[in-house]
């Protein structure tokens, strides 16, 4: 084997070349934590908050609540007089916790987007560099079966897969897909 073999070698048989992946895997995944941790005191809010509203035991006090209203306001609970017989008020209610609600709900998804966004631009940043990195070692396995006496060069598909990707063709594509 040469040098440069085994070289290759030591580097994936010493783990090198997985602490880079896991590293990277990593970072990736911190991302969110990192935005979660710079997040404004109203997005810490709203995202708690959509936490509260966005569980089952959020669902389950509004069933109680509201039925308990609707019983004694259609007068099904002697007890207690009613209070609103024209649910008037609870209309009023359920209007405003919608919105409020509607409002955190809003929020959050804003700030997730965000993250999603700066996640896509990651992904679409390691594939342009991947990209590049494939066509780099197509070219050396290229060359190394030239060198073994392969010859390659009537391989259409090859040629073609050997070209660089134009990145701004591609941009200017979606671009255009977006704009319609």
Request: net charge negative.
């Amino acid at each position: 084997m040469t040098e440069n073999g085994e070289k290759l070698k030591k580097h994936f048989e010493t783990g090198h070349y997985h602490k880079g992946v896991h590293q990277s895997r990593r970072m990736i995944r911190s991302l969110k934590q990192r935005a979660d941790t710079r997040r404004k005191f109203s997005a810490r809010v709203a995202d708690f908050m959509t936490s509260i509203f966005g569980s089952i035991t959020f669902l389950a006090l509004n069933v109680v609540w509201f039925t308990a209203w609707i019983l004694v306001n259609l007068n099904q609970i002697p007890a207690i007089a009613p209070f609103d017989p024209s649910f008037g008020l609870l209309t009023m209610i359920v209007s405003l916790e919608a919105i409020v609600l509607a409002i955190f709900v809003l929020i959050s998804q804003n700030r997730a987007a965000k993250v999603d966004d700066l996640r896509e631009e990651i992904d679409l940043q390691v594939d342009i560099i991947t990209e590049e990195e494939m066509t780099k070692l197509m070219e050396m396995v290229a060359k190394l079966m030239e060198k073994n006496g392969i010859d390659v060069s009537h391989d259409e598909t090859l040629k073609a897969m050997l070209l660089p990707t134009n990145i701004e063709k591609i941009e200017k594509a979606l671009e255009r897909q977006v704009g319609e």
